[in-house]
């Protein structure tokens, strides 16, 4: 995204916040000159650390230094929604004194009480889910779903695969967290890790060493990478390069058999449905590898990718992107773009495992949709 791009969203939420500071600052006439003054010195400064974590400032000082100031910048744009749907309700409730006061002066002292206990409730409230939104998005966990098909060979019947997606290290996200993770993940002694995209923020000069953990993720299967739409958006030959580095395979529009007992299943990935030229997800090529009749599962970051895959005997599709709406009610918007949010579900003819993710975009913060590392067992049915 170019500066001039930029100017859209940055104009957008600039107006958004001058409607915060109206609402906070103004509206409850608190009658304190300094009320205003602070109140915008800290929404700017807030708004300066947002940026941090999309590298405005530079390299200058390097991530660690910089985390705390990107994290709360961060933060701030979980606490801007609750702002926005506390405060926007806020307005309603006045506007709507002001029709029925209209013969008393507007109702302008009913107005002034409302927004006096409105306000200031409001801020504390989001704040107050921002944190503990924190709190719940530094807890990702292990949770099991069981697909039965079959296609799948007797010698592949109960293989465990542990589903990684994003993480979104980076400017936010430490590689301490990412430990956390490939922890967690290990633990489960999984056959085979299949990692569906969003592992990075950034660029990889910059950030590699935050996911330089993955390097120790074990499983006798293998363990495979396909991208998802924020690898595309910066710096992906490099990101791609990187992965290989740490000794993860992964899979550009392809597909590998993995072998148990003389038995074969089909492991396909391919890319981001957001790539393009050398990155362009290209299922025909991904699929040109498979035989006929054998199982085959497929890495693909977003869960509307299973509509390509309609009628070509996919059994199934292993995905991310939603990170179950990440803040409620978020939730109810994902469905406006993925034919699902999370869980198990059939998308056109093929089932589809989602997971909301391990790590989360932007804030480190998760609201009524908990990080997890889905566990799914293959079952011969």
């Known amino acids: 995204m170019t500066w001039l791009q930029a100017l859209v969203p940055i104009g957008v939420f600039l107006g958004f916040l001058a409607f915060v500071w109206h609402r906070l600052a103004v509206a409850p006439r608190w009658g304190r000159r300094w009320v205003p003054w602070l ?55 006045s506007v709507i004194l002001w029709l029925f006061r209209w013969r008393h002066g507007h109702g302008s002292d009913g107005r002034r009480r409302l927004n006096r206990v409105t306000s200031p409730l409001v801020a504390a409230l989001a704040v107050g889910l921002t944190g503990y939104g924190a709190w719940e998005a530094s807890r990702p966990a292990v949770t099991t779903v069981e697909v039965s098909s079959p296609q799948l060979p007797a010698a592949f019947d109960g293989t465990r695969v542990a589903l990684l997606t994003d993480l979104h290290a980076g400017a936010v996200r430490s590689a301490a967290f990412t430990r956390k993770v490939v922890d967690l993940t290990n633990a489960q002694r999984p056959d085979l890790v299949v990692i569906a995209g969003d592992l990075v923020d950034g660029r990889a000069e910059r950030y590699a060493q935050e996911v330089a953990p993955l390097a120790d ?50 492991l396909v990935g391919v890319h981001d449905y957001s790539g393009d030229g050398p990155f362009a997800p290209d299922y025909d090529a991904a699929l040109a590898g498979t035989e006929p009749g054998r199982f085959s599962l497929m890495s693909a970051h977003q869960p509307r990718q299973a509509l390509a895959l309609e009628g070509r005997g996919v059994d199934l599709q292993l995905s991310g992107h939603t990170h179950g709406g990440q803040l409620w009610p978020l939730r109810y918007l994902v469905p406006f773009q993925q034919p699902m949010v999370d869980g198990l579900a059939t998308v056109g003819d093929v089932p589809v495992v989602t997971s909301r993710g391990a790590g989360a975009w932007g804030p480190a913060v998760r609201v009524l949709a908990p990080p997890e590392v889905p566990v799914v067992t293959l079952r011969r049915s």
């Open 217 to 266: 993720l074990e499983a006798p299967l293998g363990v495979y990478v396909t991208t998802g739409n924020h690898e595309m958006y910066r710096d992906t030959a490099n990101w791609v390069a990187a992965f290989e580095e740490l000794g993860l395979r992964v899979l550009r529009n392809e597909s590998v058999p993995l072998e148990r007992d003389g038995e074969r299943v089909d």
């Open 39 to 93: 109140v915008a010195v800290v929404l700017a400064a807030l708004f300066a650390a947002l940026l941090v974590q999309f590298d405005v400032w530079g390299g200058r000082w390097s991530p660690d230094t910089m985390r705390p100031v990107a994290w709360t910048g961060a933060a701030f744009l979980a606490t801007c929604l609750y702002l926005f749907l506390g405060l926007v309700t806020a307005w309603a409730l």
